[in-house]
């Protein structure tokens, strides 16, 4: 149980393009998401955590207007890089926790490899 | 604020004598700490958990943690190494509770020799 899934694995796009990365709760639905973001040989950051149906909240620095969430239900969340540039070139990873208080666990996704050309 | 250090980027052991990855953490109170497990290609998977409810943890896969708080310390080992251990691993500690925002360490990947 508590599969999340990403897709796509991996995307190659243009500068100046979008690209939509999906995050999915399979078998629980997901009160909370978390995106993540993580650099060659580092280790993960948060970019920004979103409830079902709200605004998500996003970490200090990072830029809401270029990357947009929604998180339309409790099975899905969407993570859009706008206008994307070479410095967003990076593995970015979504995770569910079935709970918005300290309780819950967050499952993690198998990430997404974006390369912007 | 909570934060976690992980003292060793890489660790390489041979298979079957023990592994010991160093987590120090750093808080102002007894916190909850995790470890993942990152493999290539497969999402981060939780290890083992401390909630202040015994001190030694046990975990997946024969891993196991101590927190010892006169050492702010949380290391992960194992008594006898498995080739299908290397990966990265991550200590953890959750910032506002369990669930909730996740503080990563470096990281730590260990390698196994054959």
């Known amino acids: 149980g508590a599969v999340v899934s990403q897709h796509p694995s991996r995307v190659i796009c243009k500068s100046g393009t979008s690209v939509k990365i999906e995050c999915r709760s399979l078998?629980?639905?997901?009160?909370?998401m978390f995106w993540y973001r993580q650099f060659p040989k580092k280790s993960l950051m948060l970019m920004a955590t979103?409830?079902?149906?709200?605004?998500?909240?996003?970490e200090q620095g990072v830029e809401k207007d270029k990357f947009l969430i929604n998180h339309a239900s409790l099975t899905l969340s969407t993570l859009t890089v706008t206008s994307a540039h070479p410095e967003d070139s990076s593995f970015y990873i979504c995770?569910?926790?079935?709970?918005?208080?300290?309780?819950?666990?967050?499952?993690f996704g198998p990430g997404t490899r974006l390369t912007v050309t | 604020a909570q934060s976690v250090t992980q003292l060793d980027s890489h660790v390489s052991v041979s298979e079957g004598t023990p592994v010991l990855l160093r987590c120090n953490y750093s808080s102002s109170y007894s916190p909850s700490l995790f470890w993942y497990v990152q493999h290539p290609n497969k999402g981060l998977q939780l290890l083992l958990k401390?909630?202040?409810?015994?001190?030694l943890v046990k975990g997946i896969n024969g891993f196991e943690a101590e927190f010892k708080k006169s050492e702010t310390s949380f290391h992960l080992t194992k008594p006898s190494a498995h080739m299908s251990d290397a990966a990265e691993y991550f200590c953890v500690v959750p910032v506002g509770g369990y669930g909730n925002k996740l503080v990563f360490g470096a990281g730590t990947i260990l390698r196994v020799k054959s």
């Open positions: 995770s569910a926790s079935p709970g918005t208080s300290g309780s819950y666990e967050q499952y």
């Open positions: 401390y909630t202040s409810a015994a001190t």
């Open positions: 078998d629980f639905q997901a009160t909370t």
């Open positions: 979103s409830n079902e149906g709200s605004k998500a909240t996003y």
